[in-house]
């Protein structure tokens, strides 16, 4: 069994964390640190959702 993760579970993990992302910013004081590490996490999940498409 492959250890990479299929699309589905990307596309998963890619919604699990826009609702993360979300809710940080929804807060009063939202932690900038951490939207950043999770829209870095997003922005890299995306692009190999994309090459994963692509291939």
Do not use: F, V
């Not at 950043?36 to 995306?46: D, G, I, R």
């Amino acid at each position: 069994m492959s250890s990479k993760p299929t699309l589905d579970q990307m596309k998963r993990r890619h919604a699990e964390l826009e609702a993360k992302i979300s809710a940080e910013e929804a807060r009063p004081a939202p932690d900038e640190a951490l939207l950043a590490k999770w829209k870095k996490q997003k922005l890299s999940l995306k692009d190999s959702m994309l090459e994963r498409h692509a291939a």
